[in-house]
């Protein structure tokens, strides 16, 4: 079983203890905070005793597997209000970042065990011989394939402690435990209630294949082909922010007025203002308004295709009608093929220019791949 001092990596003896109630102890649905441990002064600084009674609060009494002493975790309730992290063993003195029960996340309340998919597809052949020599074929194809799936909402954030939407309780219990004159903390928060990011995919692959084949002079064979493919995938994903609008969002504070509104709109400066700008309330799960959703919240999307042409032929046969080596006729195939390819992958101007919560995805649109190709083989029979 795990010790303290084992490396992350185990140290080669199987572990044998089940838990259950794991929860994460760094983040929460309603915002996690983390104090920091301050190391005591010498006792005859004059903040002796103010760091004396700070550490009370926010030390954990453990060391992490480094040594380090760690601060307590902080949830804030549905109610606003921010609480210790009532967790029964806190797993940090073995190098993890999770503890059984406390009010941290699960990590489980958005996602899918199995994405849904549904498949849809036509298939064409067809062929008929005219003559031996000459044998028209067709084929065709057509595969749409719908799927969504849900994965893990927006995360992390730092707050002002003036914040108007903070609770006198929770602005006291931060101010217990953050060093004085400190203004921001950061509370690590998993947005369930922004809605998990959602995607639905939906998929089109078209194939044409045309052509004609046939034998003649008894033993030559050919066959001429042309063969276009397509793909094309389009994919939409909900709950997803746009990152400056979110943080001008949650950067609330109070106007003169008594009105809680977004500091870029109070400020002195006024080429930041932005009158469509709905303040939100982090602190707590469920707290979030709907106008504030959709004021920052936005669907991103990306289009995707890929094509593929293909010109081929060949013909192949042997001397046998004209001459024969003592060991047989010579044999021959030749033959060629012409490829042309092309792939694009293009977001939305919003996602492509790293404005929200995605990664930045820069267009992909490379030239066209051509190839031209040909082979010959010759068979001699020597011997």
């Not at 790293?354 to 990664?359: I, V």
Request: hydrophobic share 35%; net charge negative; glycine share 10%.
């Amino acid at each position: 079983e795990n010790t303290i001092g084992e490396p992350s990596t185990g140290n080669g003896n199987p572990d044998n203890l089940f838990f259950t109630g794991i929860r994460n102890n760094s983040i929460s649905e309603g915002g996690l905070f983390t104090a920091a441990c301050p190391a005591l002064p010498a006792p005859t600084a004059a903040n002796y005793q103010e760091v004396l009674t700070r550490r009370g609060v926010a030390c954990a009494g453990i060391r992490n597997n480094t040594g380090q002493e760690v601060g307590r975790t902080f949830v804030f309730t549905p109610d606003g209000n921010l609480i210790a992290n009532p967790i029964v063993t806190d797993f940090r003195p073995f190098g993890s970042g999770n503890s059984i029960g406390g009010l941290g996340s699960t990590l489980r309340l958005t996602g899918m065990l199995q994405p849904g998919l549904e498949r849809k597809s036509v298939n064409v052949l067809s062929s008929y011989e005219v003559s031996p020599a000459f044998r028209p074929f067709f084929e065709a194809k057509y595969v749409r394939v719908d799927a969504n799936q849900e994965g893990q909402p927006t995360f992390h954030h730092t707050f002002n402690i003036d914040n108007p939407y903070l609770s006198a309780q929770a602005r006291s219990q931060l101010q217990a435990v953050l060093a004085p004159g400190t203004t921001t903390f950061t509370a690590q928060r998993f947005n369930v209630d922004f809605g998990g990011r959602g995607e639905d995919h939906t998929r089109e692959t078209y194939r044409v294949v045309a052509g004609v084949d046939g034998e003649f002079n008894d033993d030559w064979k050919y066959e001429v082909a042309l063969n276009y493919g397509r793909l094309e995938s389009f994919y939409e994903t909900a709950g997803n922010i746009i990152v400056n609008r979110f943080n001008n969002s949650r950067d609330a504070v109070r106007a003169t007025n008594g009105n809680i509104v977004c500091r870029v709109n109070a400020d002195a400066i006024t080429t930041n203002d932005d009158p469509a700008c709905v303040p939100v309330n982090l602190f707590g799960n469920g707290a979030v308004s709907r106008e504030a959703l959709n004021y920052f919240g936005t669907t991103s999307t990306r289009d995707e295709k890929a094509e593929q042409f293909i010109a081929s032929g060949y013909v192949s046969g042997d001397s046998s009608d004209v001459f024969e080596l003592p060991a047989g006729p010579l044999a021959f195939a030749v033959g060629g093929e012409f490829r042309r390819e092309t792939a694009s992958a293009v977001y939305d101007p919003l996602s492509a220019s790293g404005a929200t919560f995605l990664n930045a995805f820069a267009p992909f649109d490379p030239p066209a791949q051509e190839v031209t190709e040909g082979f010959a083989e010759l068979r001699i029979p020597v011997l």
